[in-house]
């Protein structure tokens, strides 16, 4: 497993943009896929977005593409995701994490597929 750390959030209004960043420490996300996903109380934890660990191939929910982009930098050991025309319903705790290196990731991959995992990080869309 890896240590997995986000920042970024906040409070912003319809139609602004956050970048989320997840640092990863004790062991580097070379070769290790990683994606995001986000929680809201009451409903289970919905995938939002993956990059393979080359970071050729990403994957998006149907409900944030075109509006977010996920990118890798393993020589800073981070993972973004850039989030632009935010929504009210895009309000939620969003968390990254890890799976193991050289594992494959698909659309709609599942929690249970990630081994490490960040505590997350808020982010509010409200006027």
């Known amino acids: 497993q890896v240590q997995l750390a986000e920042s970024g959030g906040g409070l912003v209004q319809p139609g602004d943009s956050l970048r989320l960043s997840c640092v990863a420490s004790g062991r580097t996300i070379n070769s290790r896929p990683t994606g995001w996903f986000r929680h809201t109380p009451g409903k289970d934890r919905e995938f939002v977005a993956a990059i393979s660990w080359s970071g050729v191939t990403k994957y998006y929910a149907d409900s944030v593409k075109g509006r977010f982009t996920i990118s890798r930098d393993d020589v800073k050991n981070t993972v973004y995701l850039q989030m632009n025309s935010l929504k009210p319903e895009d309000t939620a705790v969003y968390f990254c994490?890890?799976?193991?290196?050289?594992?494959?990731?698909?659309?709609?991959?599942?929690?249970?597929?990630?081994?490490?995992w960040g505590q997350g990080t808020q982010v509010t869309v409200s006027s």
């Open positions: 994490a890890a799976k193991p290196p050289t594992s494959t990731v698909r659309a709609g991959t599942s929690p249970s597929d990630f081994d490490s």
